[in-house]
C-alpha cells in the first residue's frame, strides 16, 4: 500500500527522513480491524516526530499520521479515534493510561491506504461532513471541545481567550466558541492570522502580549512560556486557564515543553490531557452537523449542539 513514513528523524532537516512510497500494511489481531483510509489529516505531531521528538520515535520507522477519516471493512463510513489505550488503567479514562498512545507512535498511523485500528476506536462518521472534514475532528477538534465545554465551564457571553490564531487547536477553540455563544477574543502574533482568526469567528483580535481590554473568564493555552505570563496577567480571579500543551519554548532547540507553572493565586489552572475517550466523539460530531460549522468554514450560531448537563 501507498504511505507516509517517518524513516529517520532530524532535529535541523526533519523532511529528510520523510519517505512516500509503498509500505507492508500492518498485521490485524484480536479486537482490531483495518479502515481503507479516505482522508487523513496532517498534526503538528507528526512534525515532531520527522524531528526526533516524542512518543513517535520510540518505533520509527512508522507510518505517520494520527487522526483520519474511512470506510471500515462492513463499508461503513467512520472516523477513527486517535488514543489508543485501556480505560480500565486510566481510571475509566483511557486518555489517562499511563500506557496509552496515539496513531503514528507505537502503532502505524493513518497517512496511508490502510491502517489498523482497534474495533472500539471506530465511531460512525457524519453523513453531512466530507471525509477530508470528518478527518480533522478527533486530535484537535476533540481536544478544544474538551477544553471549552468540560474544563472551562464557560457560559454563553462569557468571554474566553485562545492564545495563538492559527495553530491547529486554536483555530477549532476559536469556532467552536464562537458557535458556543462565548465572546472570543484571540492572540497572533501575525496580522494575517489574526484576520484569519476574524473570519471563523473571534469577536476581537490583539497581537501577542497586548494588554487587554478586560479581564477574562478563561483562557485556551496551547502555546507554552512565550504566552504564559500573559495568560494569567488576563484572567479575572476564579478564572480559568485551560492548558493543553505547551511547546513554543523549545522550538529552537528542536525539543517541546513541558515547562514548569509558576506559582498562582486564586486563578484556577486546569492541566491535564484533553483528548478524549472514544465516548466523547459522538458528542462532538453533532457539532458540525446542526450549527452549519464545519472545520475550516466560517462560524455561524448554533447553540444547539452545547453538551448537556449530563454530558459535561
Ligand atoms: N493538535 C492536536 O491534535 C492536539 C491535541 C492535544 C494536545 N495538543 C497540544 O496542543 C499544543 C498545540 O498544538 P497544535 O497542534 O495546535 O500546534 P500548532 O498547530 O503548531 O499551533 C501552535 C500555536 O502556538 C502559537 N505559537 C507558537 N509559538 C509561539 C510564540 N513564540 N509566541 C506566540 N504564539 C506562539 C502559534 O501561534 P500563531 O498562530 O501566531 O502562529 C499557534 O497558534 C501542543 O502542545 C500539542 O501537543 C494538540
Same mark, same amino acid.
Given at each position: 500500500m501507498l504511505a507516509v513514513v517517518a524513516k529517520g528523524t532530524d532535529p535541523a532537516e526533519p523532511l529528510g527522513g520523510l519517505y512516500v512510497g509503498e509500505w507492508p500494511e500492518a498485521a490485524v489481531r484480536g479486537e482490531w480491524t483495518t479502515v481503507t483510509v479516505h482522508a487523513a489529516s496532517l498534526n503538528h505531531h507528526d512534525l515532531w516526530t520527522l524531528r526526533g521528538? &516524542?512518543?513517535?520515535?520510540?518505533?520509527? =520507522?512508522v507510518v505517520l499520521g494520527s487522526d483520519a477519516a474511512g470506510v471500515d471493512e462492513d463499508g461503513n463510513e467512520v472516523i477513527i479515534h486517535p488514543v489508543v489505550g485501556d480505560p480500565a488503567a486510566g &481510571?475509566?479514562?483511557?486518555?489517562?493510561? =499511563?500506557g496509552r498512545t496515539l496513531f503514528g507512535e507505537e502503532h502505524d498511523g493513518t497517512c496511508a491506504q490502510r491502517v489498523a485500528v482497534p474495533v472500539r476506536n471506530l465511531v460512525p462518521k457524519p453523513p453531512g461532513l466530507s471525509f477530508e472534514e470528518a478527518a480533522c475532528l478527533p486530535g484537535a477538534w476533540l481536544t478544544a471541545y474538551r477544553m471549552l465545554f468540560?474544563?472551562?465551564a464557560l457560559r454563553p457571553g462569557d468571554t474566553v481567550l485562545v492564545q495563538g490564531a492559527g495553530g491547529g487547536v486554536s483555530t477549532a477553540l476559536i469556532t467552536l466558541g464562537a458557535a458556543a455563544g462565548f465572546r472570543v477574543w484571540v492572540t497572533g502574533r501575525s496580522e494575517e492570522r489574526r484576520e484569519s482568526a476574524l473570519r471563523i469567528g473571534a469577536h476581537d483580535v490583539f497581537s501577542a502580549g497586548a494588554r487587554l481590554p478586560a479581564r477574562v473568564d478563561a483562557v485556551m493555552e496551547t502555546v507554552g512560556e512565550a504566552t504564559w505570563a500573559h495568560s494569567l496577567r488576563s484572567l479575572r480571579p476564579g478564572g480559568r486557564v485551560v492548558v493543553?500543551?505547551?511547546?513554543?519554548?523549545n522550538h529552537a532547540a528542536g525539543r517541546p515543553g513541558p515547562y514548569l507553572l509558576p506559582a498562582v493565586d486564586d486563578r484556577r489552572i486546569h492541566p491535564g490531557h484533553t483528548r478524549r475517550p472514544t465516548g466523547t466523539l459522538p458528542v462532538l460530531r453533532r457539532a458540525p452537523a446542526v450549527s452549519g460549522h464545519r472545520p475550516g468554514a466560517a462560524a455561524g450560531t448554533g447553540p444547539e449542539w452545547l453538551p448537556s448537563a449530563a454530558e459535561r
Open positions: 521528538v &516524542g512518543p513517535g520515535t520510540r518505533r520509527v =520507522p &481510571g475509566g479514562d483511557e486518555t489517562l493510561d =499511563p468540560r474544563k472551562a493543553s500543551g505547551g511547546d513554543n519554548r
